[in-house]
């Protein structure tokens, strides 16, 4: 079984420019996850989709972040304009259903440095 | 509210010696604990997880946890270190929302050194 791609998987940007990152989860997964992992943290909860809806989005800064998950399956995050403190890995995972339960399988993530 | 502490940031065991990660949360819910453990250049991957079923769980690589009520803890155990056990381990709460989905928070890690 294949697992969750995530791609590209290094990006460097000057600050004030746009960048996208893609993921493409597990065949099957209804749920789909971002996270943002700073340096030395724990992964953050950015925004999680239920087939092709948003169910939570509460700590995706929505002035400059923005995520969309067409017919269910893909997801890309796009972040414009990069600030400096969006350096940082951003993690797509996914998991069969949606309970509190279910196992979240994860990408390999891109790391992202901004300057 | 949800929280979760993991109480060191970096523990260092000898090889072939016990290894305790400590891990305590808080949650409004009957929640749903996890370990991840996260390899250098390597995805997230389960450890084992507690979904109010049996107390004690049992996870890959010989690794188990005790999920204790009274103490909000959920500590991370394995009688003989590896040197492969070297790694950042994360313990992740998660508690059920409305319409079936999840809240998920993950702790800040603790970074496992195994000294030959």
């Known amino acids: 079984e294949a697992g969750v791609a995530q791609s590209p998987r290094y990006k460097i940007i000057e600050k004030r420019q746009s960048v996208a990152f893609w993921c493409n989860p597990i065949s099957g997964h209804a749920t789909l996850y971002w996270y943002q992992q700073i340096l030395g943290q724990g992964p953050k909860l950015l925004i999680q989709?239920?087939?092709?809806?948003?169910?939570?989005d509460s700590q995706l800064p929505k002035d400059r972040f923005s995520a969309e998950r067409l017919k269910g399956v893909d997801s890309t995050l796009k972040i414009q304009p990069a600030k400096l403190e969006d350096s940082a890995v951003y993690l797509c995972?996914?998991?069969?259903?949606?309970?509190?339960?279910?196992?979240?399988?994860f990408g390999p993530g891109t790391r992202l440095l901004v300057l | 509210a949800q929280s979760v502490t993991q109480l060191d940031s970096h523990v260092s065991v000898s090889e072939g010696t016990p290894v305790l990660l400590r891990c305590n949360y808080s949650?409004?819910?009957?929640?749903?604990l996890f370990w991840y453990v996260q390899h250098p250049n390597k995805g997230l991957q389960l450890l084992l997880k507690?979904?109010?079923?049996?107390?004690l769980v049992k996870g890959i690589n010989g690794f188990e946890a005790e999920f204790k009520k009274s103490e909000t803890s959920f500590h991370l155990t394995k009688p003989s270190a590896h040197m492969s056990d070297a790694a950042e381990y994360f313990c992740v709460v998660s508690d059920p929302l409305s319409g079936g989905y999840q809240k998920v928070t993950f702790g800040t890690g603790t970074k496992l050194q195994v000294i030959p």
């Open positions: 995972a996914s998991s069969l259903v949606r309970t509190s339960r279910e196992t979240q399988y």
């Open positions: 507690y979904t109010s079923a049996a107390t």
């Open positions: 949650s409004s819910y009957s929640p749903s």
């Open positions: 989709f239920q087939n092709n809806g948003v169910v939570d």
